[in-house]
């Protein structure tokens, strides 16, 4: 009987401990949500090269957003300073996103990837999404990453 009530008293304690750290999804939403930003940023640039068109990235503290440049006569005006096409995934699916809640990234920025995979940023650019980092490099366009 002694050893039923010490068993039953462990697993109180353990349960009590352990349980809401199993139940605690905040670290898998942190780190899903930093893997569609990065996946969404990458894909800017991959998109801004393919298309010959630049493509604007609008991150904000829980959201992001990606826009394009219209085409006119098949081709990309370079002084246009408008995005008005929201860049799709090849379903048809609008690229955007929203950070899971508690979630939040820093800085807020917009920049642009140009036709050659730069970006229009001053210096490179470091954002950080929850506990973790990551880099925009000016030149290159390159996000680098833990």
Do not use: W
């Amino acid at each position: 009987m002694v050893e039923l009530a010490l068993v039953i008293v462990i697993i109180g304690v353990l349960g009590a401990i352990a349980g809401p750290r199993l139940f605690n999804n905040s670290t898998f939403d942190e780190r899903a949500y930093y893997d569609e930003l990065v996946t969404s940023i990458r894909y800017a640039q991959k998109v801004a090269v393919a298309s010959g068109c630049r493509v604007q990235l609008d991150i904000t503290a829980t959201t992001y957003s990606l826009s394009q440049q219209a085409l006119q006569a098949g081709h990309c005006d370079p002084a246009d300073a408008s995005f008005p096409v929201p860049v799709r995934l090849p379903s048809g699916e609008i690229m955007n996103g929203s950070a899971p809640g508690g979630i939040t990234a820093a800085p807020a920025i917009i920049f642009v990837y140009e036709p050659l995979g730069r970006t229009n940023l001053a210096a490179n650019q470091m954002l950080t999404v929850g506990s973790r980092t990551l880099t925009i490099q000016a030149e290159s366009g390159l996000v680098v990453t833990p």
